[in-house]
Protein backbone atom coordinates (compact mmCIF):
# COMPACT_ATOMS: atom_id res chain seq x y z
CA UNK A 1 0.00 0.00 0.00
CA UNK A 2 1.26 3.56 -1.08
CA UNK A 3 0.22 6.53 0.94
CA UNK A 4 1.35 9.53 -0.08
CA UNK A 5 0.94 12.25 3.09
CA UNK A 6 3.18 15.34 4.44
CA UNK A 7 1.38 15.41 7.69
CA UNK A 8 3.48 14.68 10.18
CA UNK A 9 0.86 12.42 11.79
CA UNK A 10 0.45 10.50 9.08
CA UNK A 11 4.21 9.76 8.76
CA UNK A 12 4.07 8.52 12.11
CA UNK A 13 1.50 6.33 11.54
CA UNK A 14 2.93 4.99 8.11
CA UNK A 15 6.16 4.42 10.28
CA UNK A 16 4.70 2.22 13.18
CA UNK A 17 3.04 0.03 10.57
CA UNK A 18 6.13 -0.57 8.72
CA UNK A 19 8.15 -0.92 12.13
CA UNK A 20 4.60 -3.81 12.57
CA UNK A 21 5.12 -5.16 9.26
CA UNK A 22 8.95 -5.60 9.39
CA UNK A 23 8.65 -6.95 12.91
CA UNK A 24 6.16 -9.79 11.69
CA UNK A 25 8.36 -10.23 8.75
CA UNK A 26 11.72 -10.60 10.87
CA UNK A 27 9.77 -13.47 13.68
CA UNK A 28 8.70 -15.60 10.35
CA UNK A 29 12.60 -15.59 9.23
CA UNK A 30 14.35 -15.79 12.21
CA UNK A 31 11.52 -17.41 14.88
CA UNK A 32 12.56 -15.89 17.71
CA UNK A 33 14.73 -12.97 16.99
CA UNK A 34 13.49 -9.50 16.43
CA UNK A 35 17.37 -8.33 16.82
CA UNK A 36 18.24 -10.24 14.33
CA UNK A 37 20.49 -7.63 11.84
CA UNK A 38 20.49 -10.52 8.88
CA UNK A 39 16.53 -10.66 9.29
CA UNK A 40 15.97 -6.92 8.70
CA UNK A 41 18.61 -6.63 6.13
CA UNK A 42 16.28 -9.52 4.92
CA UNK A 43 13.04 -8.26 4.77
CA UNK A 44 13.20 -6.29 2.21
CA UNK A 45 10.79 -3.40 3.75
CA UNK A 46 11.69 0.19 3.20
CA UNK A 47 9.93 3.58 4.00
CA UNK A 48 9.87 6.25 1.54
CA UNK A 49 7.87 9.67 1.51
CA UNK A 50 8.65 10.76 -1.70
CA UNK A 51 7.07 11.25 -4.89
CA UNK A 52 10.18 9.41 -6.47
CA UNK A 53 10.40 6.72 -4.31
CA UNK A 54 6.86 5.74 -4.81
CA UNK A 55 7.34 6.00 -8.68
CA UNK A 56 10.23 3.59 -9.05
CA UNK A 57 8.29 1.28 -6.62
CA UNK A 58 5.49 1.30 -9.17
CA UNK A 59 7.25 -0.05 -11.76
CA UNK A 60 9.26 -2.82 -10.22
CA UNK A 61 7.77 -5.77 -12.21
CA UNK A 62 8.55 -8.90 -10.65
CA UNK A 63 9.28 -7.72 -7.19
CA UNK A 64 5.74 -6.02 -6.57
CA UNK A 65 2.86 -8.30 -6.84
CA UNK A 66 0.26 -5.44 -6.43
CA UNK A 67 0.13 -2.02 -5.16
CA UNK A 68 -3.23 -0.49 -3.56
CA UNK A 69 -3.03 3.22 -3.68
CA UNK A 70 -4.01 5.16 -0.55
CA UNK A 71 -4.48 8.78 -0.74
CA UNK A 72 -5.86 11.26 -2.83
CA UNK A 73 -6.91 11.41 -6.00
CA UNK A 74 -3.45 12.69 -7.49
CA UNK A 75 -1.70 9.76 -6.01
CA UNK A 76 -4.30 7.13 -7.51
CA UNK A 77 -4.02 9.21 -10.93
CA UNK A 78 -0.52 9.21 -10.55
CA UNK A 79 -0.19 5.16 -9.81
CA UNK A 80 -2.19 4.41 -12.21
CA UNK A 81 -0.63 6.55 -15.12
CA UNK A 82 2.55 5.51 -13.63
CA UNK A 83 2.47 1.45 -12.86
CA UNK A 84 3.85 -1.01 -14.98
CA UNK A 85 3.00 -3.38 -11.64
CA UNK A 86 -0.82 -4.49 -10.94
CA UNK A 87 -2.61 -2.18 -9.35
CA UNK A 88 -6.20 -2.22 -7.59
CA UNK A 89 -7.76 1.54 -8.49
CA UNK A 90 -9.32 2.78 -5.18
CA UNK A 91 -12.81 5.07 -5.96
CA UNK A 92 -13.52 8.79 -5.27
CA UNK A 93 -15.56 9.42 -1.93
CA UNK A 94 -18.85 11.79 -2.60
CA UNK A 95 -19.46 11.00 1.17
CA UNK A 96 -22.38 12.21 3.01
CA UNK A 97 -24.08 12.75 6.48
CA UNK A 98 -27.53 12.67 6.94
CA UNK A 99 -28.77 14.17 10.08
CA UNK A 100 -31.86 12.53 11.06
CA UNK A 101 -35.14 14.46 12.76
CA UNK A 102 -34.24 12.77 16.31
CA UNK A 103 -30.28 13.38 15.75
CA UNK A 104 -28.63 14.89 18.74
CA UNK A 105 -27.53 18.73 16.95
CA UNK A 106 -24.68 19.33 19.10
CA UNK A 107 -23.47 15.83 18.24
CA UNK A 108 -24.11 16.28 14.46
CA UNK A 109 -22.84 19.94 14.86
CA UNK A 110 -19.44 18.52 16.04
CA UNK A 111 -20.02 15.55 13.36
CA UNK A 112 -19.84 17.48 9.93
CA UNK A 113 -17.58 20.14 11.40
CA UNK A 114 -14.81 17.76 11.80
CA UNK A 115 -16.10 15.32 8.56
CA UNK A 116 -15.75 18.46 6.52
CA UNK A 117 -12.84 20.83 7.71
CA UNK A 118 -10.44 19.09 9.39
CA UNK A 119 -8.81 17.37 5.83
CA UNK A 120 -11.50 18.04 3.22
CA UNK A 121 -9.09 16.82 0.63
CA UNK A 122 -9.00 13.22 1.78
CA UNK A 123 -11.51 10.45 -0.21
CA UNK A 124 -13.81 9.76 3.38
CA UNK A 125 -14.21 14.26 3.93
CA UNK A 126 -18.07 14.54 3.91
CA UNK A 127 -18.93 16.59 0.15
CA UNK A 128 -22.95 15.89 0.77
CA UNK A 129 -25.03 16.63 3.88
CA UNK A 130 -28.55 15.42 4.04
CA UNK A 131 -31.05 16.88 6.31
CA UNK A 132 -34.80 16.04 7.90
CA UNK A 133 -37.14 18.68 6.96
CA UNK A 134 -38.49 18.72 10.97
CA UNK A 135 -34.92 19.72 11.83
CA UNK A 136 -33.61 21.51 8.83
CA UNK A 137 -34.81 24.68 10.52
CA UNK A 138 -32.79 24.74 13.35
CA UNK A 139 -29.94 22.83 12.34
CA UNK A 140 -28.83 24.49 9.32
CA UNK A 141 -28.55 27.66 10.51
CA UNK A 142 -26.32 26.79 13.28
CA UNK A 143 -24.32 24.74 10.92
CA UNK A 144 -24.07 27.99 8.74
CA UNK A 145 -22.66 30.10 11.78
CA UNK A 146 -20.23 26.95 12.78
CA UNK A 147 -18.61 26.11 8.54
CA UNK A 148 -16.53 29.47 8.67
CA UNK A 149 -15.03 29.13 5.49
CA UNK A 150 -17.49 26.50 4.14
CA UNK A 151 -19.33 27.21 0.53
CA UNK A 152 -22.44 26.03 1.19
CA UNK A 153 -24.31 24.67 -2.59
CA UNK A 154 -28.20 23.33 -1.59
CA UNK A 155 -31.53 22.65 -2.75
CA UNK A 156 -34.26 24.88 -2.92
CA UNK A 157 -35.20 24.48 0.91
CA UNK A 158 -31.46 24.76 1.73
CA UNK A 159 -31.27 28.52 0.03
CA UNK A 160 -34.87 29.55 1.52
CA UNK A 161 -33.13 28.83 4.95
CA UNK A 162 -29.44 30.00 4.41
CA UNK A 163 -29.63 33.43 2.56
CA UNK A 164 -26.03 32.69 1.54
CA UNK A 165 -26.53 29.47 0.24
CA UNK A 166 -25.77 29.22 -3.53
CA UNK A 167 -28.41 26.65 -5.41
CA UNK A 168 -26.55 23.13 -5.88
CA UNK A 169 -26.96 21.94 -9.33
CA UNK A 170 -27.55 18.70 -10.14
CA UNK A 171 -23.81 18.14 -10.69
CA UNK A 172 -22.94 19.29 -7.70
CA UNK A 173 -24.56 16.38 -5.92
CA UNK A 174 -22.52 13.96 -7.86
CA UNK A 175 -19.14 16.24 -7.04
CA UNK A 176 -16.08 15.16 -4.74
CA UNK A 177 -14.80 18.77 -4.08
CA UNK A 178 -11.76 17.74 -1.98
CA UNK A 179 -12.24 21.45 -0.76
CA UNK A 180 -14.36 23.99 1.96
CA UNK A 181 -17.83 22.83 -0.66
CA UNK A 182 -20.57 20.97 1.21
CA UNK A 183 -23.78 20.08 -0.97
CA UNK A 184 -27.04 20.46 0.90
CA UNK A 185 -30.42 18.16 0.76
CA UNK A 186 -33.28 18.34 2.86
CA UNK A 187 -35.57 15.02 2.87
CA UNK A 188 -38.83 14.10 4.10
CA UNK A 189 -37.38 11.33 6.42
CA UNK A 190 -34.82 8.04 6.37
CA UNK A 191 -36.23 6.49 2.88
CA UNK A 192 -35.96 9.47 1.28
CA UNK A 193 -32.65 10.45 2.60
CA UNK A 194 -31.50 6.55 1.59
CA UNK A 195 -33.00 6.68 -1.85
CA UNK A 196 -30.85 10.30 -2.48
CA UNK A 197 -27.72 9.06 -1.35
CA UNK A 198 -27.85 6.12 -3.00
CA UNK A 199 -28.58 7.88 -6.27
CA UNK A 200 -25.33 9.86 -5.92
CA UNK A 201 -22.83 8.28 -4.08
CA UNK A 202 -19.84 6.71 -5.25
CA UNK A 203 -19.94 3.80 -2.42
CA UNK A 204 -17.50 4.84 0.08
CA UNK A 205 -18.66 6.00 3.08
CA UNK A 206 -21.63 7.58 4.79
CA UNK A 207 -22.74 8.09 8.29
CA UNK A 208 -26.27 8.75 10.12
CA UNK A 209 -26.94 10.86 13.26
CA UNK A 210 -29.93 9.07 15.05
CA UNK A 211 -30.71 8.66 18.23
CA UNK A 212 -33.15 5.86 16.70
CA UNK A 213 -31.96 2.64 16.96
CA UNK A 214 -35.05 1.75 13.98
CA UNK A 215 -34.01 4.59 11.98
CA UNK A 216 -30.07 3.53 12.07
CA UNK A 217 -30.42 0.10 11.64
CA UNK A 218 -32.72 0.92 8.13
CA UNK A 219 -29.85 3.17 7.17
CA UNK A 220 -26.96 0.75 7.19
CA UNK A 221 -28.94 -1.78 5.73
CA UNK A 222 -30.31 0.60 3.06
CA UNK A 223 -27.10 2.49 1.49
CA UNK A 224 -24.96 1.18 -0.68
CA UNK A 225 -21.99 1.65 0.63
CA UNK A 226 -18.48 -0.15 2.01
Not at 83 to 111: F, K, Q, R, W
Amino acid sequence: MISHHHLTRKVRCNRIWMRVIKEYRIFSLCGFSLSCQHCHKATGIQFGQDIQTATQLMQLRGVVDLLIPRGGKNLIRSVVDNASVPVIETGAGNCHVYIDASANLEMALSVVDNAKRQRPSVCNAAEGLVVHREIAGVFLPLLRERLAGVEFRGCEETCALLPDCLPATEEDFYTEYNDLILHVKVVGGVEEAISFINAHNTGHSEAIITESLTNANRFTAGIDAA
